[in-house]
């Protein structure tokens, strides 16, 4: 199944160091990394953007998400294992998850994704914290 794909590739990054532009082939990441990193171990179409600020405005990083061939909004109401959430910390979208689903290591939901702040690829909890957050769901279309 996909999302068990989806899961799994970026589970396979998990704690590989943060780095700002990062991506696996350097063997670090950063968010966007993570998620092309993902898109390419499921065999889905992207465009690398590279050259992006480590703060991006102006909706910048949304328009990049919205210009992906292998990527579809789908309604926050929707969200699947394996969906790509789009998160703000201040007022623009700035950062890139994975969501993982129900794990029963949490007894919770959880997310997957390369955060600054703890200077690698992490998994962990998706609090209401997080989750009050995202601010768009993108899922992953693959041509069969």
């Known amino acids: 199944m996909m999302r068990d794909q989806i899961i799994a590739a970026a ?7 943060f780095r700002h532009q990062g991506r696996a082939a350097q063997d670090v990441l950063d968010c966007a990394g993570l998620v092309v990193a993902v898109a390419d171990a499921i065999g889905a179409d992207y465009l690398d953007q590279q050259g992006y600020s480590s703060h991006p405005s102006s909706g910048l990083l949304e328009s990049a998400l919205d210009a992906q061939p292998c990527l579809v909004r789908v309604p926050l109401s929707e969200i699947q294992p394996g969906d790509v959430l789009l998160m703000k910390f201040a007022s623009d979208p ?8 129900f794990s029963h290591i949490y007894q ?12 690698k690829v992490c ?7 997080w989750r009050a957050r995202i601010v768009r769901v993108y899922r992953f ?3 069969a």
Do not use: M, N
């Open 11 to 17: 589970r396979s990054h998990i704690d590989k160091p």
């Open 94 to 101: 700035q950062h890139l998850a994975i969501y993982i689903g």
């Open 108 to 119: 919770d939901h959880g997310i997957v994704h390369a955060y600054a702040q703890a200077r």
């Open 123 to 129: 998994e962990h909890r998706l609090t209401d914290e």
């Open 141 to 143: 279309q693959v041509a």
